[in-house]
């Protein structure tokens, strides 16, 4: 399969399952509560926007059930209230990461148990927040089985993470 864009590797053809969901209409909030919630080892989250208290109570459920949480957001949206859960996150102990490299740290990704069999990523337009899911016209994709894709997601996820600060950081503790 050749790639539309120079030096970037296309997924090579695997099959994978696919679900998708859109607002107005589908809860994609639930949908993302039930995929967190049914996580075995990782949880892995990218986000411009987190306002929304069910997506943070299942990210917090996770980290107590032992899984290895992570999440990277956007500094300016920080900033600005727009994370507004990323305290009660590292209260349970899941790793905060404020990327602020970019004019918008603009992804929208979850990836769960990225390294194992069962690995899925959601992604789309659909921001973390209570707004995407009640007042916008919003969509995710939900990537299952193919570790081709989830690998790249991963890989990404990852590069991000080290272009980013922990939060808190030391001196603003």
Known sequence: MASAFIGVPA?????????VAFT????????????????????????????????ANALVAARKRGLEVEFIGDAKQNQTGGLMHLKALRRAG???????????????VLILDGATENAAVVTGSYNF???????????VVVISGNH????????????HRSQSTPWPSTTHR
């Open 94 to 108: 899941v790793n905060v990461y404020l990327n602020a490299g970019f004019a918008s740290s603009h992804n929208k």
């Open 24 to 55: 107005p209409g589908d809860d994609i909030a639930a949908l993302l509560v039930k995929r967190i919630g049914e996580a075995k080892e990782t949880v892995q989250v990218q986000a411009y926007l987190f306002t929304d208290r069910r997506i």
């Open 11 to 19: 997924v090579a053809a695997q099959q994978a399952e696919i679900e």
């Open 148 to 159: 081709l894709v989830t690998d790249r997601f991963v890989a990404n996820f990852e590069k």
């Open 129 to 139: 927040t209570h707004a995407a899911q009640s007042r916008n016209a919003e969509n």
